[in-house]
């Protein structure tokens, strides 16, 4: 298996427009986490699905931001409108279970100017 | 108190030094626990898995303290590749994995 693979590797925005990051999770693992990692915060999780439904979204910072997972194989972090505070590295990660090894991609770092 | 502490660092240590640092965590129910490595501009990966007291896998050691919450990394031997950021991470059976924020390791020559 490739592992988890996420798109674009960099991207870099103006303030106000739309982002969407993309992620593939490895084959069989029912759990997807989007989490978010700055110098200041750490990882942060955002959101987790289990079996491609959302189940705790507390940590998403605001409306701005939604994630979706319409099959087993895809997930998307949308940010919309963007702003300068939403500059960091964004990783996807996979696992079997909710407290399992987390596998992760490689990472969206993001740059909003 | 933060969920999970750990002293950002960085620790500078030579080649062949043994180093080791904490990670004080608050929740009791916290069961077994997991070592992230991350390098630099890299994603995190998976370094040890540590059940019940302890674990050791080659140069690295893992000690759990449960009386006073706390387990600690021991990396003995240090070679330039093991540079990086060593992120401690609860686990309970209750809830998601919460990352510490990692301590910084430089080793140099």
């Known amino acids: 298996d490739a592992g988890v693979i996420q798109s674009p590797r960099h991207e870099v925005t103006e303030m106000g427009q739309e982002v969407t990051l993309r992620c593939k999770p490895i084959s069989g693992h029912d759990y997807l986490f989007w989490y978010r990692q700055t110098m200041m915060r750490g990882l942060e999780l955002l959101i987790y699905?289990?079996?491609?439904?959302?189940?705790?979204d507390s940590g998403m910072p605001e409306d701005r931001f939604s994630a979706k997972m319409p099959n087993a194989s895809f997930s998307t972090l949308k940010i919309q409108p963007s702003e300068p505070r939403d500059s960091a590295v964004y990783f996807c990660?996979?696992?079997?279970?909710?407290?399992?090894?987390?596998?992760f991609g490689q990472g969206t770092r993001l740059t909003v100017v | 108190r933060k969920e999970v502490e750990q002293d950002p660092g960085p620790f500078n240590v030579p080649e062949g030094a043994t180093v080791a640092f904490n990670c004080t965590y608050s929740n009791s129910a916290s069961q077994s626990f997991f070592w992230y490595r991350q390098d630099c501009r890299k994603e995190p990966k998976l370094l040890m898995s540590v059940y019940s007291s302890g674990n050791e896998d080659g140069r690295f050691t893992a000690q759990l303290n449960r009386a006073s919450q706390y387990i600690s990394l021991l990396i003995r031997d240090s070679k330039l590749s093991d540079s990086a950021t060593y992120l401690c991470?609860?686990?309970?059976?209750?809830?998601?994995?919460?990352f510490g924020k990692g301590t910084m390791l430089l080793v140099s020559p």
């Open positions: 699905f289990n079996n491609n439904v959302p189940i705790d």
């Open positions: 990660a996979s696992s079997t279970t909710m407290a399992g090894e987390a596998f």
């Open positions: 991470v609860p686990r309970s059976g209750y809830s998601t994995l919460t």
